[in-house]
């Protein structure tokens, strides 16, 4: 959602002024603003919403002039140390697509940047896209105009073009999260067969990718195996969900990863069962997507990550700075 012409005016001024530059000597010290994004291409796909490759770049250089941007458990590490220094930023990129090798890995490498991502290892490993993308490639790609889900007590969807087939995906995926895994697992045999779509052309990060990725300026962390929301799963689902995810990595990498980020990541995703689980597997950290800063006193198992589609650059700066914040916010 874009902004309007006061708040950009403002954001604006802030920066050309120096007003922001104050701001964060004054106010931006033991904390830490930890990103979070998901894909990062030019494609224009309103199925697949992604920051333009332009817009990402201006804001990777923006945070490398004005901030100390440090990898993910060092910043951690530092702000239970008490934060001394510049402000610092971190990188998150959750699920793993083809463009966090393809675009993402080369910026970094050329500006030097380091960076975490937490990777959903079921399409890697079953060379299959999550339940999720699935969905969207379903509706997106469907050759029949009528979708009937009425378990789900959602209404009739007519796909008669591309906004209502926007619309309709965006309830059916909202709704199906909420699901537990055989509930998803129906619910998508469904659509699939109601919809008839063509075959997806979606392409999905491979070990290959990932391993290169893990050599650059990238550290892995875990994002569970076929991203079901935590709070949804038995004990057993949960600690097969990490489980997996984290053997996979350690098998098909080599490391060890020690942080995980919860799928879509509200307060309502996981629970005290999954924080368990987590420190029995050696995970020290997880991150949320919990809207805000990353303090001294931040709880390592509930790390607030900003999340941001923002494409004026002053606008982002103010927000990473916490004097504004986006209206709506995707979370995955």
Known sequence: MSAGPLKRGVAYALVQTGMLSLH????ERARAVILVYHRVNDEANPFFPALHVRHFLEQVEYLARHYEVAPLESTLQWLAEGAPGRARAVLTFDDGYPDTHDIVLPALQRLGLPATLFLCTGPPETGRLVWSDRTRCAIQDATAEVLHLPD???PVFTLRDAPSRVRAMERVVSRMKRLPPARIAQALALIES??????SSRGLLGWDQVRAIARGPFTLGAHTHNHYLLSNLSLEEIAHEVGTSVDLIERHVGVRVRSFAYPNGLAE???ERSRRILADLG???????????????????QVARVYTTERYLPLFATRIAGLTREPSQEVA
Not at 24 to 27: D, E, K, L, T
Not at 194 to 199: I, V
Not at 283 to 301: E, L
């Open 24 to 27: 964060r000597r004054r106010f």
């Open 152 to 154: 789900l007590d959602l």
């Open 194 to 199: 109601q919809l008839a779509p063509r075959p």
């Open 269 to 271: 995703d996981y629970d």
């Open 283 to 301: 995970i020290r950290y997880a991150v949320t997507c919990r809207h805000g800063f990353a303090r001294a006193q931040t709880d390592p198992y």
